[in-house]
């Protein structure tokens, strides 16, 4: 029976192993599954964009051709409630156990920076929940060779904290059932398909591992940023929000003989924004030349406790970062606020003094 509608009951969200043109099961098309479901997930978009170049000539109007010289570009963007760190292990960040090494450290040296994602979608009216391979009107969206662009994770009061990634791909594939397919993956040089290594996607599940958290709850966030300046005890003022966000912009590397780019290369430096928006409560002392001549340093820490244990769930920690701004509001009806913006940059692997580091539980 044809679907009349999809709606989120029937979808899922999976990303494979790196590299995304690699095996995706331990021993070639058989062995355990590398293919692993992403949990708590909110939304999923995906597109593809195709640039064509005119090839125009003397005597007539419109072009003769309209020529592909570039690669699609394939884009995805997801987010999800943030409950642990396992869908970030997932995904290529790590170590996420201490503070010793950057968390893109595995991006950086490429080996967990390739994947492929795979949509998942069931017949209508069924949750995708404990579903297996052989039940009919099962769909795969499968993007291939995909290097996330961009990490974001925020929190209000209200509201549960959740992450965005966005993820730019060479390649999209439409596939009929869940296992049997080939990857989504093409090869760079040529943009030929792949079609000696196959995927399978395990049936859905409701949490990772032994993880019985839900989600994170805002009344669970804490902050360690030691900010006194301009007026503004960071520690007095009673935070409403924040938002954490870096860049990894890619840069297609191509050469003449390939139709693709045959490396898309991150950008440096990667520069990792901090924003906290906070309720004023007192005003203390302070001086923007001050600011200016010492120039300060600050390691910003953001915990967030399980709900159930009050143990350290996840932990975000910029080391090194600087104040970029200090804005003010107030208005009639209004509570007096203030919006601090810091910024560190992401070293190298072996540099644990500056950049962003996460720590926390992974399953």
């Not at 450290?105 to 795979?118: L, P, Q």
């Not at 949509?119 to 069924?126: A, D, H, S, Y």
């Not at 989600?215 to 902050?223: E, K, Q, S, V």
Request: proline residues 4%; glycine residues 10%.
């Amino acid at each position: 029976m044809a679907r009349n509608r999809i709606i989120y009951q029937s979808e899922a969200l999976y990303v494979g192993p790196s590299p995304a043109t690699g095996d995706h099961y331990s021993a070639g098309n058989t062995g355990a599954n590398l293919v692993n479901q992403l949990h708590r997930i909110q939304t999923a978009n995906y597109s593809f964009n195709i640039a064509r170049q005119d090839v125009n000539q003397f005597g007539e109007l419109a072009a003769i051709d309209r020529v592909i010289l570039e690669s699609p570009t394939v884009s995805l963007d997801f987010s999800y409630l943030l409950n642990s760190f396992a869908n970030e292990e997932l995904l290529g960040f790590g170590p996420l156990d201490s503070y010793d090494v950057t968390c893109i450290s595995g991006i950086i040296n490429k080996t967990a920076d390739e994947k492929n994602y795979f949509i998942r979608t069931v017949g209508e009216g069924v949750d995708a929940l404990n579903v297996g391979s052989g039940l009919a009107n099962q769909n795969v969206i499968a993007i291939g060779n995909g290097f996330i662009t961009s990490y974001s994770t925020e929190a209000s009061v209200g509201n549960f904290p959740t992450v965005t990634v966005n993820v730019e791909g060479l390649n999209m594939q439409f596939d009929a059932g869940v296992t049997g397919n080939h990857i989504p993956a093409v090869l760079p040089a040529d943009g030929s398909k792949i079609t000696t290594k196959q995927y399978g996607l395990d049936p859905v599940s409701r949490s990772v591992g032994a993880d019985t958290v839900s989600a994170l709850r805002p009344g669970d966030i804490t902050f360690d940023l030691g900010y006194a300046e301009g007026g503004v005890s960071i520690d007095d003022a009673k935070i409403q929000s924040y938002t954490l966000s870096f860049d990894l912009a890619r840069e297609p590397l191509q050469k003449l003989g390939s139709k693709f780019a045959f490396a898309r290369e991150i950008t440096f430096p990667v520069t990792v924004n901090l924003s906290i928006d906070a309720l004023l409560g007192d005003l203390t002392t302070g001086n923007l030349a001050d600011i200016i001549s010492t120039d300060k340093d600050y390691d910003l820490q953001i915990n967030i406790k399980n709900p159930s244990t009050s143990d350290l769930q996840v932990s975000y920690k910029l080391e090194k970062a600087k104040l970029d701004s200090q804005e003010f509001s107030s208005s009639i009806g209004d509570n007096k606020a203030v919006t601090l913006t810091f910024s560190t940059q992401i070293g190298g692997p072996s540099q644990t003094d500056r950049g962003l580091f996460m720590s926390g539980v992974k399953d």
